[in-house]
């Protein structure tokens, strides 16, 4: 069975929240999909509902002698042949993504970094669900990421930010609740890093020490960071620890099986130009270019770094600024719990 084009299908009849003014999303290309073939100009299929949006939505209560609210109520939905499904759709998929829809996530506004891509809540989403399920099937690199809190500030980013999650109410200690409070922070740091953009190339500020001299670093291979979290080379080798070893195995797993939700991470994400290129030659350079292209793959690969070598990420040691640290959002932690409510009533398989 082909995934692609039944989710394709089944989102050109139906949709699983009501499109509104400023949502991003995949009901919002849904939307945008069925005004283009009907030739009203929506602007693009982008996912953002914006006024090019609206006004295509004006032109088409017009031609069917409705109210042009550029609003969609329920004459217009008929009108459009939309129809509004209440519950989840049988593909997990699917239905990981409306709980994201339905949940406004998307709106969020990051300080210091304004919106994300809607494609980033998708890949988080469908990451955390993923880990969600291996987490109850005794998975060993799951168990890596929720074992108990190390005390030291270098090493363990829950254990360093344990004050900041207790504040918003994060201060259980279960397996599962360990993996939400992980995945909380994994937002705010993805955000800080590359404002959720999976495409992200390494750091060009490195060039001009971002206006420091002292902080001129010279790019090579294994220290020119890429992808969402802009993890470079260096993380893996040498491989001379557990730890070491544990993040190597994760990069061969998924080069064997690289599969990384990239149709999901990539919806509304703005690909530079300079995001393409890739620094040097060698491991270093094929593993920036692979960081890019499976997003999953570096989700898990933090996931476990975090709680090992938490000060590999500029963020994490600056707790506490607010304009260079990691910003904790208690919406994060609500979308993870509708996640788990979820799968813990529909127990669906690897999304």
């Given at each position: 069975m082909n995934w692609q084009s039944d989710f394709v299908k089944e989102m050109s009849t139906k949709i699983y929240t009501i499109p509104a003014f400023g949502d991003k999303g995949i009901h919002v290309e849904t939307l945008q999909?069925?005004?283009?073939?009907?030739?009203y100009n929506t602007g693009g299929i982008d996912g953002d509902f914006g006024k090019k949006t609206r006004n295509a939505i004006r032109e088409f209560q017009?031609?069917?002698?409705?109210?042009?609210?550029?609003?969609?109520?329920?004459?217009?939905?008929?009108?459009?042949q939309l129809v509004l499904e209440t519950g989840y759709a049988a593909d997990p998929k699917l239905a990981l993504t409306t709980i994201v829809d339905r949940s406004g996530i998307?709106?969020?506004?990051?300080s210091?970094?304004?919106?994300?891509?809607?494609?980033?809540?998708?890949?988080?989403?469908l990451s955390y669900a993923n880990f969600y399920r291996r987490l109850k099937a005794n998975d060993k690199v799951v168990k890596e990421m929720v074992k108990a809190l190390v005390a030291d500030?270098?090493?363990?980013a829950l254990y360093k930010y344990r004050d900041v999650l207790?504040?918003?109410?994060?201060?259980?200690s279960a397996p599962r609740d360990m993996l939400r409070k992980l995945f909380v922070l994994m937002f705010g740091l993805a955000i800080m890093e590359s404002t959720g953009r999976h495409c992200c190339g390494w750091d060009r500020g490195k060039l001009t020490g971002w206006g420091d001299s002292d902080e001129i670093v010279t790019p090579k291979p294994e220290n020119s960071e890429a992808g969402l979290?802009?993890?470079?080379?260096?993380i893996l080798y040498p491989a001379s620890t557990p730890f070491k070893n544990l993040l190597s195995s994760i990069y061969t797993s998924y080069k064997q099986n690289p599969d990384g939700y990239i149709g999901f991470f990539s919806k509304g994400a703005v690909c530079k130009p300079e995001d393409a290129d890739n620094f040097g030659s060698?491991?270093?350079?094929?593993?920036?270019?692979?960081?890019?292209q499976c997003p999953a793959f570096t989700v898990e690969l933090a996931a476990v770094a975090l709680r090992y070598d938490c000060n590999h990420w500029g963020p994490i040691r600056q707790k506490g600024n607010t304009e260079k640290g990691v910003e904790i959002k208690k919406e994060m932690e609500v979308l993870l719990r509708s996640v788990e409510s979820y799968l813990d009533a529909n127990n669906p398989n690897t999304p």
């Open positions: 999909s069925l005004l283009q073939s009907m030739g017009q031609q069917q002698g409705i109210p042009d609210t550029g609003m969609l109520d329920a004459a217009t939905l008929s009108a459009l998307c709106r969020t506004v990051w210091n970094r304004g919106g994300a891509p809607h494609g980033f809540y998708y890949g988080m989403v500030e270098k090493k363990d207790e504040n918003n109410g994060m201060n259980a979290f802009q993890i470079s080379y260096d060698g491991e270093g350079e094929l593993f920036q270019q692979f960081s890019k």
